[in-house]
């Protein structure tokens, strides 16, 4: 039997524009991928927005919606084009590669996991990668889509807020001469996804809970700020990417001492950011 590819947390009543979405923090695997991967089931965790949905759990508490992928994105990327297939994976895919995605290994249909470990020898048939669409990421995006459709029809405008984990050393790099690393990274696709107000105010209430804000570096945004985020039509998507460092232990891929406070800390600012997205904003028309 197919595991279904989301959950929908509703709230009792619906009273923003904004919904939650965690495309990655997904943790099902199919006994039979896991049983061709060369990785073990640590190993192939490594790519997960681990817990990522805990720490948004209470958003249906304030008045928002939170969708949940359960698919692992080792499995089926949610965050990326449903043609954005590999042809070193997907046997019978013809053409030339055409994203820096799919050339890193990084399709829909993923053919590797963090650090570049390759998941399965081989390839596998296009069908099976056309069922795995099927049955996994078109029912998300079907989801998603009615989701910021009855927030649009409701407040005139929606806010899609995409829920994302990154590596404690993906900021290292870029932000190596700055005093202080950004605990989150704010994605718009540099302005493009989301009307600079509303990124702005996301900005200052992450601040004002004390933690240090980037924008698009190194994270602006892949598939799903790209797709939903029009804002001359009042859909605006930001992406928001949280140090996993600061809940969890990357080596064990389990929460750490601080889990509970970060949660609490993820729990407040959501409770702004909903209240944000009750007001009756001329968003759409900016």
């Not at 759990?57 to 919606?65: C, E």
């Not at 790099?173 to 605990?183: E, G, L, M, N, Y």
Request: glycine share 6%; with cysteine; aromatic share 8%.
């Amino acid at each position: 039997m197919i595991q279904a590819s989301y959950r929908v947390e509703y709230p009792t009543q619906n009273n923003t524009s904004m919904v939650f979405a965690c495309p990655h923090s997904g943790r099902a695997y199919p006994a039979e991928f896991l049983r061709k991967s060369v990785l073990d089931a640590h190993q192939i965790r490594s790519s997960e927005d681990a817990f990522v949905d805990l720490l948004y759990a209470d958003v249906p508490k304030f008045g928002a919606p939170l969708l949940v992928a359960n698919t692992s994105r080792a499995y089926v990327d949610l965050n990326r084009g449903k043609d954005e297939y590999d042809p070193a994976l997907v046997r019978g895919v013809r053409g030339r590669v055409t994203t820096p995605r799919i050339a890193a290994g990084l399709g829909v249909i993923p053919r590797v996991v963090a650090n570049g470990r390759v998941i399965q020898n081989g390839k596998i048939h296009r069908h099976q990668a056309d069922q795995r669409i099927r049955e996994h990421w078109q029912p998300y995006h079907d989801m998603l889509s009615r989701l910021l459709a009855a927030a649009h029809q409701s407040y005139g405008h929606s806010i899609l807020i995409d829920c994302h984990s990154m590596p404690h050393e993906a900021t290292k790099s870029v932000f190596k001469f700055r005093q202080s690393r950004p605990d989150i990274v704010l994605g718009d696709r540099h302005g493009s996804s989301a009307n600079k107000d509303i990124v702005d105010f996301i900005d200052r209430v992450f601040t004002d809970a004390g933690l240090v804000v980037a924008r698009n570096q190194p994270f602006a945004g892949a598939y799903i700020t790209q797709h939903y985020g029009r804002p001359v039509r009042g859909q605006h998507v930001v992406q928001i990417e949280i140090d996993r460092a600061l809940y969890m232990d990357e080596r064990t891929i389990s929460p750490n001492a601080d889990f509970e406070t970060i949660q609490s800390l993820i729990s407040g600012i959501v409770a702004r950011l909903v209240q944000y997205g009750g007001l009756k904003l001329p968003l759409a028309a900016e």
